[in-house]
């Protein structure tokens, strides 16, 4: 083959599927929806996210309940090396987030980075948590990567 | 946070958000402005080196989403193929049984990537024939 043809031959097995660029993509997103359609419409998109993308998980917490969101959280944190502190007793759940792994990655990358990008935890997490029948809240303070999130159940 | 592994099902709710609220114009009008606004790395690599650049760009992206794909950049004939075999995007909003993808999803990677290299003088052609298997054909020429 000759030195001017260059060939790149992958299949989907041979890389993992990790491209945290996608975060800065929903950060232009959410930026775009609150400029031209307001925070109430991209909370609302959020919601719609949450309930229409969550219906797997959803599904498991109700039927073992928070576990099904630790295992969720655990998976995620994991995979994209968050540093992340969770305490799980009884019927209530605590995410403490100490890094946000998609906010370091905007800022290592230097890419767009919106302080409503939070609120996609914050409006998929009550989504999920409506559709589940628990409650939940998040505190954050903008542009720290850091938040707590609870969760709990309804009786 | 939505997980990166988790991107493509938001971003389709989204294109679908949009339709909903200013009709089809509404999301092709978030596309021209993802693709002026997010895309400066394409534009760079590619205004920069050439097709070289396309194939140094679409490596790093293609490989992180785990694609099926061939890709070719002859510099003898200036012509650079991407043969997408199974589309990560379109592969998984297909598997995923309760998602419906945005009927016209696979229409964002044409308007994004053409509005940033045809400026640049390159001919750009891309296949969707085949998006309803997750497949595509990308063609992009560059003048000599």
Redesign the interface.
Known sequence: MSDKIKVLDYKQSDNEYLHKDFHGALCYAIKYIDERYGFEATNNYLQMVGKNIYPPLIARIKKDGLVALVLHFKNIFELEGGKVEIVYGGNRLTIKVHECPAIKHLRKTKQLYTHRYCETTVQINKAICQAADYNCTCAYKPGQAQCVQQFWGTE | ???????????S??F??LEQ?GGKQAVIT?WE??SD??LNNLRDLAAKKGLAGC?EYW?H????????????????NNIFTIEMR?C?SK?RLMEAK??KPYHAYCEHCDLLYRRVLEPLGFEYNIDLSDCENAACKLVIKAKK
Request: proline share 5%.
């Open positions: 946070m939505i997980s990166c592994i988790e991107f493509i099902p938001a971003y709710e989204l679908k958000f609220k978030f402005h993802l606004s997010f194939f490596s992206s293609l490989s992180e989403e785990a694609a099926d794909f061939k890709m070719t950049l002859d510099e003898e199974k990560p592969g309760h998602l």
